[in-house]
C-alpha cells in the first residue's frame, strides 16, 4: 500500500457532484444560455459569482435555521430562491426555474471524471460494496441510472431522501442502518473538506479528501487524493 492507508473497509461511499461527475456545460454556461432564452441581461461573466454567492448563502442558512434537515420540498424550494437571487433582473422566475431543474436532471448533461470508471470497476472486482453519498435531490437516481457505470452502484443515498444533508451527522446515521456496518468500517470519498471529510470523520466514518487540483493543503495530504486511480492502493 502506498502512502497512508484508511484500516479496513467493508463499503465505499462517494460524493457525486465534484467526486464523481461534474455538469457539461458549466454551470455559468447552463445559466447564462438559459437566462437570455427567457430575457436576463446578466452576462456570463456576472453569473459564476452571483451563482458562487447565492448557493453559499443558501447553505449558511440551511446550516443555521434547518440544522441539516432537508426534503425533496425544500430542495426545490431552495433552488428556486437560488435562480431568483442570480438572475435579479427577471420579474418571473418560473419558467427558467423549470428549465435549468429540467437541465441539471437530465444525465446528458454530466460527465464522468477521467478516473471513475477504472476506479468504480477495480473496486468491484475486489468484492468492495460501493456506493453514492450525495447532497441532492431525487433527481440524482436518473442521472446514475443513464450514467454508466453509476447505474451498477446497488446504493445510491441522497439527502432529500434521508433527511438530512451533510454535514449532518443524521445522514451519516441512515447510511450505517440501511447497509448494517459499524461507523468505522466505512470509508467516505468526497471533494469538500467540510460536508465529506471532516463530517464523515466526526461521523467516526474513515475518510479520505478527493482533491484533483491540490486546493486543500489544511487536510493532511496522507488523507488526500491526487486522482481516483490511487485509491484501490490505498485500501487494505
Known amino acids: 500500500m502506498s502512502r497512508s492507508a484508511p484500516g479496513s473497509v467493508d463499503a465505499v461511499l462517494f460524493d457525486a457532484v465534484g467526486t464523481l461527475l461534474h455538469p457539461r456545460p458549466t454551470v455559468d454556461e447552463a445559466y447564462y444560455l438559459g437566462g437570455v432564452r427567457y430575457g436576463s441581461s446578466r452576462t456570463a461573466a456576472e453569473l459564476l459569482p452571483r451563482f458562487r454567492a447565492a448557493f453559499a448563502r443558501s447553505e449558511a442558512i440551511d446550516e443555521e435555521r434547518r440544522d441539516g434537515v432537508t426534503s425533496e420540498a425544500y430542495e426545490r424550494a431552495r433552488w428556486r430562491q437560488i435562480v431568483e437571487e442570480v438572475f435579479d433582473d427577471l420579474a418571473d422566475h418560473e419558467s427558467l426555474f423549470a428549465h435549468l431543474w429540467q437541465h441539471f436532471a437530465l444525465a446528458d448533461h454530466w460527465r464522468?471524471?477521467?478516473?471513475?470508471?477504472?476506479?468504480?470497476?477495480?473496486?468491484?472486482?475486489?468484492?468492495?460494496?460501493?456506493?453514492?453519498?450525495?447532497?441532492?435531490?431525487?433527481?440524482?437516481?436518473?442521472?446514475?441510472?443513464?450514467?454508466?457505470?453509476?447505474?451498477?452502484?446497488?446504493?445510491?443515498?441522497?439527502?432529500?431522501?434521508?433527511?438530512?444533508?451533510?454535514?449532518?451527522?443524521?445522514?451519516?446515521?441512515?447510511?450505517?442502518?440501511?447497509?448494517?456496518?459499524?461507523?468505522?468500517?466505512?470509508?467516505?470519498?468526497?471533494?469538500?473538506?467540510?460536508?465529506?471529510?471532516?463530517?464523515?470523520?466526526?461521523?467516526?466514518?474513515?475518510?479520505l479528501l478527493i482533491d484533483r487540483h491540490d486546493r486543500h493543503r489544511d487536510v493532511p495530504d496522507e488523507h488526500r487524493l491526487r486522482s481516483l486511480a490511487e485509491l484501490a492502493d490505498r485500501l487494505p
Open 112 to 207: 464522468l471524471f477521467d478516473d471513475v470508471t477504472s476506479c468504480l470497476t477495480d473496486l468491484q472486482a475486489r468484492g468492495m460494496r460501493l456506493g453514492v453519498a450525495s447532497n441532492f435531490d431525487s433527481r440524482l437516481r436518473s442521472i446514475c441510472g443513464d450514467l454508466a457505470p453509476l447505474d451498477r452502484l446497488p446504493a445510491l443515498f441522497i439527502s432529500s431522501e434521508l433527511g438530512y444533508r451533510k454535514p449532518h451527522a443524521g445522514f451519516f446515521r441512515h447510511i450505517e442502518q440501511a447497509l448494517g456496518l459499524s461507523p468505522d468500517r466505512l470509508l467516505m470519498i468526497g471533494d469538500t473538506p467540510t460536508n465529506d471529510y471532516y463530517a464523515a470523520l466526526a461521523a467516526g466514518w474513515q475518510a
